[in-house]
């Protein structure tokens, strides 16, 4: 398929981007996409604050938005124009300063279960271990399974899974999304239904950053952008900003369109230490524009308040 350029065809255009694995296949799938439109790209890879600290969870030490820090300085400085992110690490307020130029279509957005004996989260013997260090997932396995081990897991996604095949874990709990797009999708067990375990603002989507004051990239981005899947990240995006939200809380926000063209978003909110029951709600609306998908996520954030969310 031929693109029609829009616009003048930039003479390179750097993006910043994190040296895992996952983070160079995103890059570098940025990186297609803006040579097929004829432009010149390279890449600037970058170690992060968030990949050096494996030993603590992000909730503890400073949240997501220390995978972007390294990023962004590298665009104010010049040394890059765009930075690549998965949108579920991008923090809910960008600094001033900086905007998402774009959201790209989405990859699955759910949970997988990892585990090389079980087949199910069923199938897991009363106190298995299961690995992961995020508070949604937390709260929602401990919703499902209270008798299970949950233990701390970080690392990029090869490292997650060395640390599975090890012994270390029964079973972890991983983004879909990554496996597949790393070409492991035979590692999923299976991949949970998004009623059962609620994904994150913004899972499986790709988020384009450049500085405010780049209006030429900001128009040549365009370009890439899933309007859809923009809206309904937004969306979910909104329900985590109106709560506070970030990794150091357990909530999880999926959006998903309806046949009659509405958007439905589902939220939920629990205690990791499975202490109080899930709070489960959903809402429907129009949301043809940011400012109706933001209130829509405005309005479920204030229903999860109202059930008893904090």
Same mark, same amino acid.
């Given at each position: 398929m031929e693109h029609v350029l829009l616009g003048p065809v930039l003479s390179n255009i750097v993006i910043a981007t994190r040296e895992s694995r996952l983070a160079l296949w995103q890059a570098e799938h940025v990186q297609s996409l803006l040579q097929e439109r004829g432009h010149a790209v390279s890449l600037l890879g970058l170690t992060t604050t968030g990949d050096q600290i494996l030993d603590r969870t992000l909730s503890k030490v400073g949240g997501k938005g220390l995978f972007v820090k390294e990023l962004e300085l590298a665009l104010e400085?010049?040394?890059a124009d765009i930075a690549v992110h998965s949108l579920k690490d991008v923090p809910m307020d960008l600094p001033e300063g900086f905007v998402l130029a774009c959201v790209l279509e989405r990859e699955d957005p759910r949970d997988a279960l990892v585990s090389p004996r079980y087949e199910s989260l069923?199938?897991? $013997?009363? !106190?298995a271990v299961v690995g992961t260090s995020s508070l949604r997932r937390m709260a929602l396995l401990r919703a499902l399974r209270p008798d299970?081990?949950?233990?701390?897991?970080r690392g990029n996604l090869d490292t997650r899974l060395r640390k599975l095949d090890e012994g270390q874990y029964d079973a972890i709990v991983l983004a879909a999304a990554g496996l597949k797009r790393l070409g492991l999708e035979s590692r999923i067990r299976v991949a949970f239904d998004a009623d059962t375990m609620l994904p994150a603002a913004g899972q499986g989507a790709l988020g384009i950053e450049v500085r405010a004051d780049r209006k030429d990239l900001i128009e040549l981005l365009g370009s890439l952008a899933h309007r859809g899947d923009w809206l309904s990240t937004a969306a979910e995006r909104a329900v985590s900003r109106a709560m506070g939200g970030s990794c150091s809380m357990p909530l999880a926000a999926h959006a998903r369109w309806q046949a009659d063209g509405a958007l439905?978003?589902?939220?939920?909110?629990?205690? $990791?230490? !499975?202490?109080?029951?899930?709070?489960?709600?959903?809402?429907?609306?129009?949301a043809g524009d940011f400012a109706e998908a933001d209130a829509l996520g405005e309005h479920a954030a204030a229903l999860l308040r109202a059930a008893g969310a904090h």
């Open positions: 400085e010049g040394r069923d199938e897991l $013997p009363q !106190g299970l081990r949950i233990e701390p897991l439905r978003i589902d939220a939920a909110w629990g205690d $990791p230490e !499975g202490n109080v029951p899930l709070v489960k709600v959903h809402a429907l609306a129009q």
